[in-house]
């Protein structure tokens, strides 16, 4: 497990540049043409979005966002883990924090959209661990074979 320090992300820092363009790298490497969702630098500036950075030290660990959708719904965006840091706990802390500040926003309802594919079990595993569960399209999105939806309601305490 890493100590990450946690705090809101700068979009003008190049290492929180750079691990956003690696996760859309990815992403769309690891996707179907079509079903990558992840967000690029400039739709992260969106006022209804709010973006997080884990750190240590001066090193960036990760990502993560949380997207307002209406007043009682929110959507994790752009989770991602540096690769050399993955399965030690800086997903979790990221996720831990969004779902946190989800319910002190007045959140009742936390989605988000993750790929169906063997890439991406790891973090359907980590979103079942903190009680998100599968649910059809929410918001925009429409039904697609590569895509995973899940939900976690926010007004049940764990």
Known sequence: MIEVTLSRADLSDPQVVSLVQRHLLRARAATAPGSAHALDVGELRAPEISLWAAWEGGSLLGIAALKRLASD???????????????????????????AEARSSGLARLSLE??????????????????????????????????MFMTLDLRIRE
């Open 114 to 147: 993750t790929g169906s594919w063997d890439y991406f079990e790891p973090a359907r595993a980590l979103y079942r661990s903190l009680g998100f569960s599968a649910c059809g399209p929410f918001a925009s999105y429409k039904p697609d074979p590569h895509s």
């Open 73 to 99: 719904h929110g959507e994790v965006k752009s989770m991602y883990t540096a690769e050399n840091v993955r399965r030690r706990g800086v997903a979790r802390a990221l996720l831990q924090h969004i779902v």
